[in-house]
């Protein structure tokens, strides 16, 4: 069967609170969810709900059912009560007042979506391959991989270490304690494991008694912090590791901590799916702990990625992110691992005799290591079959011959039903491109490389075909792709969510201090920071800080940017002026909080950074480039597939032979990158929130 491109719907606003029609001035009576502030996305076939009324009896229905008795009064004086038992597809919430005064009504419209998913991602993609038994869950069945849930508890030792606890009720003699709001609290953790969107999720929160949405427990300090785990693959199965919710550094504050395998980059590269999981297994846990003040996104690389782009299309999952070791997002990442994959094979061959120095500086990285690590590490991502997962047996991957319906452990597939199937070759529609770009570009102009060898690294680079597979001619990105990867905010623009999201960028300085292999090089921070300033004028609501890659130095810093971030949001929150989102966000941030770096875990410098690095924080962090800035791409590296200028060798500092002009021209036959114009197909992001639909309810967007 072949895939078509989705058509997104725009779902436009949070329909939060519904008030009673005719209320006169005061208090009104509104109802509106809590679990999930979009009632068209609700799932699992319940939702936690809040009512404000004015004086009198309440009475609240659930499609004319009486489900007054599950709610109770709050310290606000409002109701919060736990509606389940919803059907699938349209529901009707709806609040009565009667005396004193007027009877008054407000209504609810709830539309509820399977626990299994998809409630906005589209069409699942199959087949699916489980892997509960990896979390101590019982065996799960294709093609929804359900599993029951499970609570097992932990205790912190007075060793600093987790152990196993039976019996939550028991106090063991080595029991620690945490503290929570100055108060010292057991530190016996709640950790629940079970199924939502397909996905394995695990919360985790303090003990103190059985959770309850309508009375949270004394040991939680009433914010969540969910994480993200990294790399970038195809899926196409349950994954075996979710972002990690076992941390002390999170728990021993009170805070609760929830993740799910499709918030691994590596399980599933879909920022679009992992959005949808968080959405699903935030709102669980509300409805298990009670209402959230805020929630902060953790989580490197893959992590990051996933971060930034959550809070830039789907802005409300998380609050407030600290996202590590950061790329902007998987397709602009996609153009240098592709580039390296490509250089590494010509410097094996044509390029043999290119030095050490001369490689480094083709590449733009501060080692050309890197580059041999992208090919070694990820390139795979965007063969058909390179980067199965174990978890998907050999007899079902593609295969041109034996199984062309087979498996493709492409990391594009999880986009399918954002950017379409390419009903020629059965491959997702690709982004990638590499007509027009010059490699080495910036090395030529310095003197580095030759003119010879710029002719020769142009003419002989090739590019990939829609299998991943090295060929003599360049890539060519298909339109359809290009087209729905800027309007759907695939690649991240940062012109949306973003702008008023508060971001501490955590920088794990990699480049250098023996990491000169890693491919987590430092300018991807700087990358996302130029989009900010090109889309709003600021980048204020973006901080980075760097550190070594140390033990002591990472625990520093992670302590402290946590702490920050609650603050900076705890300040929003309190901040109640007319103010739109974005002024608050930039009013509030902590007068301590700042770009800077640390000298050591004890010494941390606030200076402003820059690209290129400057002051202290320079010369402690330089920072380097990749192959697309040195190929004259500019910071902001937005521009999937370049518009081509003529190629015009008065551009060129050095002169050309005329045999290596005929290869230049042979290599350029429709001219260079012309990096001053926007890219191909580049445009504004039609929206936030987009729906890729869900069948089963009757919200498939029309095709």
């Excluded at 972002?243 to 609760?256: S, T």
């Excluded at 050490?356 to 580059?371: E, I, L, N, P, R």
């Excluded at 002719?455 to 002989?460: E, Q, T």
Aim: aromatic share 8%; net charge neutral.
């Amino acid at each position: 069967m072949v895939a078509v491109l989705t058509t997104p719907v725009l779902l436009l606003g949070t329909a939060t609170a519904v008030a009673a029609t005719g209320t006169p001035p005061g208090r009104q009576l509104t109802i509106e969810t809590v679990s999930n502030p979009r009632p068209a996305l609700v799932s699992g076939g319940q939702v936690l709900v809040k009512v404000v009324a004015p004086a009198g009896k309440v009475a609240v229905s659930e499609n004319g059912h009486d489900v007054t008795s599950g709610f109770r009064a709050q310290p606000d004086g409002s109701l919060l009560g736990l509606v389940t038992g919803l059907r699938d597809g349209v529901n009707t919430l709806s609040a009565r007042t009667s005396g004193p005064g007027p009877d008054r009504r407000a209504d609810l419209r709830v539309t509820n979506h399977p626990s299994t998913g998809p409630v906005f991602s589209g069409a699942q993609q199959q087949p699916f391959y489980c892997e509960t038994q990896a979390f101590g869950l019982p065996t799960a069945t294709q093609p929804l991989c359900s599993a029951p849930t499970q609570v097992s508890y932990q205790y912190r030792t007075t060793a600093g270490a987790f152990a196993p606890l039976a019996d939550p009720a028991t106090r063991p003699a080595d029991l620690a304690t945490a503290t929570v709001g100055g108060r010292a609290v057991p530190y016996v953790v709640r950790v629940e494991r079970g199924t939502i969107d397909r996905a394995v999720y695990e919360l985790a929160a303090l003990y103190d008694g059985a959770p309850s949405p309508v009375a949270p427990e004394p040991g939680w300090n009433g914010k969540l912090v969910y994480t993200f785990g990294g790399g970038c693959n195809a899926g196409y199965h349950q994954g075996a590791s979710t972002g990690g919710v076992v941390n002390d550094l999170f728990l021993a504050q009170g805070y609760a901590v929830a993740s799910s395998t499709l918030n691994v980059l590596d399980n599933n590269c879909s920022p679009i799916i992992s959005a949808e999981a968080a959405m699903m297994v935030k709102e669980h846990f509300i409805e298990t702990y009670g209402p959230v003040a805020h929630t902060i996104g953790w989580g490197g690389s893959g992590g990051a990625i996933q971060q930034y782009d959550i809070a830039e299309n789907y802005p409300g999952i998380v609050d407030g992110i600290i996202p590590g070791v950061s790329f902007p997002d998987p397709l602009t990442v996609g153009g240098p691992v592709s580039d390296c994959r490509l250089l590494n094979r010509y410097f094996a061959g044509p390029g043999a005799s290119f030095t050490a120095a001369q490689k480094q500086a083709v590449a733009g990285f501060a080692s050309y290591d890197t580059c041999v690590s992208w090919d070694q590490t990820f390139a795979s991502r965007a063969t058909a079959t390179g980067s199965c997962n174990a978890a998907i047996p050999v007899a079902a991957r593609w295969d041109p011959v034996t199984n062309p319906g087979g498996v493709k452990c492409n990391s594009n597939e999880q986009l399918v039903n954002q950017i379409g199937r390419d009903p020629k070759t059965g491959f997702v529609r690709s982004p990638l491109d590499t007509t027009g770009v010059q490699y080495g570009l910036a090395a030529l102009k310095s003197g580095t490389i030759t003119p010879a060898q710029f002719a020769d690294l142009n003419a002989s680079i090739g590019g990939l075909d829609y299998t991943g597979k090295p060929v003599t001619q360049r890539t060519a990105a298909d339109p359809k792709a290009l087209a729905a990867a800027y309007a759907d905010g695939i690649v991240n623009s940062a012109s949306q969510g973003l702008r008023e999201t508060p971001i501490i960028d955590q920088r794990t300085d990699l480049d250098f201090a023996g990491f000169g292999n890693d491919i987590h090089t430092t300018e991807w921070s700087y990358v996302l920071r130029q989009r900010l300033l090109r889309a709003n004028g600021t980048a204020a609501n973006q901080v980075i800080i760097e550190n070594h890659p140390t033990a002591a130095e990472a625990a520093a810093a992670s302590a402290y940017e946590l702490g920050a971030m609650d603050r900076w949001l705890t300040a929003i929150d309190a901040d109640r002026s007319h103010r739109s989102r974005q002024q608050k966000v930039l009013a509030n941030r902590p007068a301590d909080l700042g770009d800077g770096c640390y000298l050591s875990a004890a010494s941390r410098i606030t200076e402003k950074l820059t690209y290129p690095a400057s002051g202290q924080c320079g010369a402690q962090y330089p920072v380097a480039a990749n192959t697309r800035m040195v190929a004259g791409e500019s910071l902001a590296m937005d521009v999937l597939k370049c518009r081509l200028k003529p190629l015009d060798f008065r551009d060129y500092p050095a002169a050309f032979t005329a045999e290596d002009r005929t290869r230049l021209r042979a290599a350029f036959p429709g001219g260079v990158c012309d990096y001053s114009r926007p890219g191909v197909g580049q445009r504004a992001p039609i929206g936030t929130w987009l729906s890729y639909g869900d069948e089963r309810t009757g919200t498939t967007p029309p095709r």
